[in-house]
T-cell receptor
Framework: EPEVTQTPSHQVTQMGQEVILRCVPI?????FYWYRQILGQKVEFLVS????????KSEIFDDQFSVERPDGSNFTLKIRSTKLEDSAMYFC?????????????FGPGTRLTVL | DQQVKQNSPSLSVQEGRISILNCDYT??????FLWYKKYPAEGPTFLIS?????DKNEDGRFTVFLNKSAKHLSLHIVPSQPGDSAVYFC????????????FGQGTTLQVKP
């Protein structure tokens, strides 16, 4: 069964450092998402991406965040200068032919720890 | 942001009985709702969805009911099995074009053998 994969599973970084979280969505999917879950809190939407551009982003997704689909298979989330409050589980998701009315498949997540 | 609320943080039921998980929402613009299940160290897994033009959707042991006037939905699992023990998230879709989901806080279901 096709699945979304994410690497690394756990990333530890120092405050102020740049991190890149990587995702390989399901191969024929067209819509890509990043969500995050701070420990003990809700899963929060960060950004959606379609046709090589951001289609929606949340207020969390400020100038420190960026997304890219560099090679047609990977989908990355970059945080330029990490803050302590960026520590969270980051989930990548993808969906098929339509953004809505279509199941979003989630990856297993990357746990980001900012020290 | 409390647009989607799951007021019960946990639920414990006996194997074979019905599990009922509840979710309330405040934004009347929501018109598509989903339930996800999550095991530790895994991402959320889609279970079942419902459009606002329906009041019920069924898939095997899982049934979702939607009461638009009360802005309430529920997930029924019958019969409950120990493997159903997980965190269950209610989510609402707010934008048809972007697919953005807004999640509730989750309810931890424990099904006892």
């Amino acid at each position: 069964e096709p699945e979304v994969t994410q690497t690394p599973s756990h990333q530890v970084t120092q405050m102020g450092q740049e991190v890149i979280l990587r995702c390989v969505p399901i191969s024929n999917h067209l819509y890509f998402y990043w969500y995050r879950q701070i420990l003990g809190q809700k899963v929060e939407f960060l950004v959606s991406f379609y046709n090589n551009e951001i289609s929606e982003k949340s207020e969390i997704f400020d100038d420190q965040f960026s997304v890219e689909r560099p090679d047609g298979s990977n989908f990355t989330l970059k945080i330029r200068s990490t803050k302590l409050e960026d520590s969270a589980m980051y989930f990548c998701a993808s969906s098929g032919m339509r953004a809505r009315d279509n199941e979003q498949f989630f990856g297993p997540g990357t746990r980001l720890t900012v020290l | 942001d409390q647009q989607v609320k799951q007021n019960s943080p946990s639920l414990s039921v006996q194997e074979g009985r019905i599990s009922i998980l509840n979710c309330d929402y405040t934004n009347s613009m929501f018109d598509y709702f989903l339930w996800y299940k999550k095991y530790p160290a895994e991402g959320p897994t889609f279970l079942i969805s419902i459009s606002s033009i329906k009041d019920k959707n069924e898939d095997g042991r899982f049934t979702v009911f939607l009461n638009k006037s009360a802005k309430h939905l529920s997930l029924h699992i019958v019969p409950s099995q120990p493997g159903d023990s997980a965190v269950y998230f209610c989510a609402a879709s707010v934008n048809f074009n972007t697919g953005k989901l807004i999640f509730g806080q989750g309810t931890t279901l424990q099904v006892k053998p």
